[in-house]
């Protein structure tokens, strides 16, 4: 996309980076231009709620399957399909990045 920012967009930097050892590292961040659109700031608020479950969840010896149904369960509850901008997502579709996707072996 060629032009101006405007009022309400969504920019997202994402710096990668690795040297000679091969270490590898990234830094991404979002920003809005001007006010905060109000259905990206319930979806900031949805994804804190999902990252704390993730957290309360996370301990030695819990079943990844357990965290995994969780997870779906809890993006299912919010039918984000219905949001504006959101990407058609299938019954067995997992989160990756941020992104739906369909192409991770199982």
């Avoid at 967009?9 to 990234?26: C, K, M, R, S």
């Avoid at 700031?41 to 819990?62: I, R, T, W, Y």
Wanted: hydrophobic letters at 35%; aromatic letters at 6%.
């Amino acid at each position: 996309m060629n032009r101006a920012l405007k009022e309400g967009d969504q920019v997202g930097i994402l710096v990668e980076a690795t040297d000679p050892a091969g270490y590898y590292t990234h830094l991404h961040r979002m920003a809005c231009i001007g006010k905060i659109p109000e259905d990206l700031q319930k979806q900031f608020e949805d994804e804190k709620e999902l990252q704390a479950l993730n957290l309360k969840m996370l301990k030695p010896g819990v079943d990844p399957m357990e965290m995994w149904n969780a997870n779906n369960d809890f993006l299912r509850s919010m039918d984000i399909r219905k949001r504006p901008g959101s990407m058609p997502m299938a019954r067995d579709t997992i989160w990756w990045r941020g992104r739906p996707s369909r192409s991770v072996k199982r």
